[in-house]
């Protein structure tokens, strides 16, 4: 069936050879890909299409399968494809979907992740699953609200405590991480812990940090003044979180009116960049002496705003949507100094961003793909095709090839050899 889905891809003079894309944002969460595109083409060759029910949450790729989620029935369903042909090796239900009344619709929001042979889903409501990526079976699993007090409420909860987080009440979408034989999740409970650190294989708990709701932004960890550390923005601050103990390192306050916090953290040379809906883009250095870590302002930028769409990093400049008043830009800004190099008008609320080295592959809520060059010195745009209608999903790149979904189809696209 050729349908002009929306897979983001189509380049004609591409390399986009990569390991698998097992994870939220690709192999190292941060958006890149290691390719060399030099023109969008004037179509992308299909190869297989499948039906599939609403949801955002982006595919996956790994061992030979795609794994995407999606709502069947009322209920969040994981699936399992030969990624050769598309054809479905599994699925299990994984929790009861939430009637979301909003633009984006309902289903699955929270992107997976696999590790070996294994597949972790987060529902909308807070179920918690690790799955055999040969069956789809259930290993272990928790529940946000049974085991760790934090009850999902929906969207028109007039609740007192509904207003003091954002994942609570339209949908847990903060995908987790994993460091060796730990995985993090962002439980969100005010009392038992928000963030917690799971033996992967076995659902053990670790540890528990916090004390504090979460909000939709994604985990990130990396080594921040030479020590390995979680980094979590929820409802309410901006933390920093020792993978082995779970010690708090380093935390400060975020604050939002709706705790609307959705960008995945910026990491790079010990330091931190976040956005918020009403909080401007603001990076964070981070240091160790002996009085242990300090989290100090390295510079904030009150005029740009990064809602929904996580920028990428390349060559010392971050490129995303940014937000100022009404509307939304693609910009660029100096990552050294936090200055706006430019704006680009004309975008909706959300775009994935991918970078391939010099250059950037943007699909639009809107089903558009752009080829953009990755410069500080102007906008310039080297192509665009229309790939399909509207989507908020994040793409999967592999083997030369782009994985996608929009609210109908599962394409699978082959961009370049």
């Keep these: 069936m050729k349908t002009p889905l929306c897979s983001a891809a189509l380049l004609a003079a591409a390399s986009l050879h990569a390991a698998d894309w097992a994870q939220w944002r690709g192999p190292n969460r941060d958006g890149h890909v290691s390719a060399s595109i030099a023109a969008l083409p004037k179509e992308a060759k299909t190869l297989w299409s499948i039906p599939v029910g609403n949801g955002q949450a982006s595919p996956l790729v790994a061992g030979g399968k795609l794994i995407y989620l999606d709502e069947q029935t009322g209920q969040e369903v994981a699936h399992a494809v030969d990624l050769k042909t598309g054809k479905e090796l599994w699925q299990a239900v994984v929790g009861e979907s939430e009637a979301f009344s909003n633009a984006y619709g309902t289903g699955p929001r929270c992107t997976p992740l696999v590790d070996g042979d294994r597949v972790y889903v987060q529902t909308c409501k807070g179920d918690f699953r690790c799955l055999a990526l040969a069956d789809g079976k259930t290993i272990w699993q928790t529940s946000f609200d049974k085991d760790w007090a934090a009850p999902f409420f929906g969207n028109s909860s007039n ?106 953290p910026v990491l790079a040379d010990d330091s931190v960049t976040i956005s918020s809906s009403s909080v401007g883009l603001t990076k964070f250095s981070v240091s160790k002496d002996s ?127």
């Design 159 to 264: 609740a007192p405590e509904a207003k003091e987080t954002a994942s609570r009440r339209h949908g847990n979408n903060g995908s987790p991480v994993i460091d060796g034989d730990r995985i993090f999740v962002a439980v969100g409970s005010p009392t038992k812990g928000t963030l917690v650190a799971f033996d992967k294989k076995s659902g053990k708990v670790l540890w528990t940090a916090g004390k504090e709701n979460t909000a939709y932004s994604s985990l990130m960890m990396g080594t921040l003044a030479g020590t390995k550390q979680v980094v979590h923005l929820t409802a309410d601050s901006l933390m920093g979180v020792d993978v082995a103990s779970g010690k708090i390192l380093w935390q400060t306050p975020v604050k939002t009116g709706a705790k609307r916090h959705v960008l995945t």
């Design 291 to 417: 009085g242990g870590f300090k989290l100090e302002p390295a510079w904030k930028n009150d005029k740009v705003k990064v809602t929904l769409a996580t920028p990428v990093l390349v060559n010392g400049h971050l490129y995303g949507l940014g937000t100022g008043g009404s509307k939304t830009e693609f910009i660029c800004v100096d990552f050294k100094t936090g200055d706006l190099k430019w704006s680009q008008p004309g975008f909706g609320d959300y775009a994935a961003v991918i970078a391939a080295g010099d250059k950037l592959l943007v699909q639009d809520m809107t089903g558009t793909m752009l080829l953009l060059k990755a410069s500080p010195e102007k906008f310039e745009e080297l192509g665009r095709i229309q790939v399909c209608g509207n989507t908020w999903s994040h793409p999967a790149i592999a083997d030369g090839k782009i994985y996608q979904r929009d609210k109908k189809q599962l394409f699978a696209l082959e961009i370049g050899k």
